[in-house]
């Protein structure tokens, strides 16, 4: 069965902290991706990874980073939280292949004061 | 121009009622069209996918795709309460393996 699974479902930071969102699949899929959702807005593609130590920025990269060191791990990072990032965080992964569908951890919603 | 775009709704359709959920993309060179169904404070999950032109039939769900007019559709046959959620559109394309996903359609299923 195919699983995506994230480091918290709820998280509260501070301003200013360093936030670390992790995300591990057990699909060993190529392709890793973590987005930010908030109402009204839809997905938005913050980064992805097409294979390990490889990354590329999406529609929303600033203020964030990202490590893939291992192919099942994707790690976000949030240098110096800010409210505005106040969000839920969604990993996904998938194999390159065209027909290959996205699958989506459970989500991170991240509270940040 | 976005990429996928949807109605958001919010859609409201009876119990027993057929939804029509409705996504255009920009992309004349996409391959694959996806539909996920998100409940609220859930993840998307996958509920249809289809790749030629024509109908795609599982259960009471029925994917369009018209590549012409760059246009999918998702039918929900039969709605009930338990279809409520926000509907997703997705699109594949092949160059660079990004998804590109549509804001989302609210639907209500009235009991």
């Known amino acids: 069965d195919v699983k995506v699974t994230q480091s918290s479902r709820y998280l509260v930071k501070r301003t200013g902290e360093k936030v670390f969102l992790e995300c591990v699949q057990d699909m060993d899929h190529e392709n890793m991706f973590w987005y930010r959702q908030d109402p009204g807005l839809g997905l938005r593609l913050i980064y992805f990874?097409?294979?390990?130590?490889?990354?590329e920025k999406g529609d929303i990269p600033e203020g964030y980073s990202v490590s893939r060191e291992k192919k099942e791990r994707f790690s976000l990072i949030l240098e110096s939280a800010s409210t505005n990032q106040t969000s839920m965080y969604l990993c996904?992964?998938?194999?390159?292949?065209?027909?290959?569908?996205?699958?989506f951890g459970p989500g991170t919603r991240l509270l940040v004061l | 121009q976005k990429e996928v775009e949807q109605n958001s709704g919010p859609l409201s359709v009876p119990e027993g009622a057929i939804a029509s959920l409705n996504c255009t993309y920009s992309?004349?060179?996409?391959?694959?069209f996806f539909w996920y169904r998100q409940y609220s404070g859930k993840s998307p999950e996958l509920i249809m996918s289809i790749y030629s032109n024509g109908d795609k039939e599982d259960g009471r769900f029925t994917a369009q795709l018209n590549k012409a007019s760059q246009y999918v559709s998702l039918l929900i046959r039969d709605s009930q309460p338990s279809d409520s959620a926000t509907y997703l559109c997705a699109v594949n394309v092949n160059t660079g393996n990004q998804f590109y996903f549509g804001t989302g359609t609210s639907l209500t299923v009235i009991p």
């Open positions: 992309d004349r060179v996409s391959q694959s």
């Open positions: 996904a992964s998938s194999n390159p292949q065209g027909r290959e569908t996205q699958y």
């Open positions: 990874s097409y294979d390990v130590k490889m990354k």
